[in-house]
């Protein structure tokens, strides 16, 4: 075997989480498996299509619109959000199957990327289009994780993270919306 084909083990990790905390974590919901929690976002729009969304006691998130769509381009559009958000859901995921599975990580990184289109000008006199022909079309994501296993391991890691990711699963089943002015 030549230098360059043996297996390298890593030198520095990524700091890990508590795996007996994830474990306790995974009883509960094996106990419960219909409990739910509630997420809790306001918005707020500063102006033109820049917004600021309260999550809890942190610092607001910012969003805003390109130029081109008449923003100010001062943070992340709407849809790179989304796209941010399903990378750190898959990336919590990752984290959590490989603790269960006692695989340390040394990297992780993921790239997506998401075709996505306005033609209905957000319903403002754009092209007639259904509910079906809007948002993204497609979402390409690539994982490149490094660590204490083998490229089949990080395959079935990755494959599971993905197949119990909250937020990759809300991006690919329908759920019901209800829209409405306040009272």
């Known amino acids: 075997m ?32 219909n409990s739910r929690g509630t ?16 999550v809890g006691d942190h610092a607001p998130v910012v969003v805003d619109e390109p130029l081109h769509l008449f923003g100010e381009n001062t943070a992340p559009a709407p849809g790179e959000i989304v796209l941010s958000a399903l990378g750190g ?14 695989v340390r990580l040394s990297k992780l990184e993921i790239r997506l990327e998401g075709d996505i289109g ?12 259904e509910p079906s022909q809007m948002g993204f079309q497609e ?11 083998t490229r089949e391991e990080f395959d079935e890691i990755v494959r599971q993270a993905n ?17 409405a002015l306040a009272d």
Do not use: H
């Not at 997420?39 to 309260?54: A, F, I, P």
């Not at 859901?89 to 006692?102: S, Y």
């Not at 306005?118 to 289009?129: D, F, I, K, S, V």
């Open 2 to 33: 030549t230098a360059s084909a043996q297996i390298k083990t890593a030198e520095t990790y990524l700091r890990p989480i508590d795996r007996d905390g994830l474990m306790a974590f995974a009883e509960k919901g094996r106990n419960n498996p």
């Open 39 to 54: 997420n809790v976002v306001k918005t707020v729009v500063d102006g033109q299509y820049r917004t600021l969304s309260y």
């Open 89 to 102: 859901c898959l990336a919590v995921g990752i984290t959590a199957v490989a603790t269960w599975k006692q």
């Open 118 to 129: 306005n033609p209905a000008a957000w319903g403002a006199g754009g092209a007639e289009r």
């Open 139 to 149: 979402i390409r994501v690539s994982v490149d994780i490094e660590g204490d296993a």
């Open 163 to 179: 197949y119990f990711s909250p937020v990759a699963n809300t991006m690919r089943n329908p759920i019901p919306f209800k829209i």
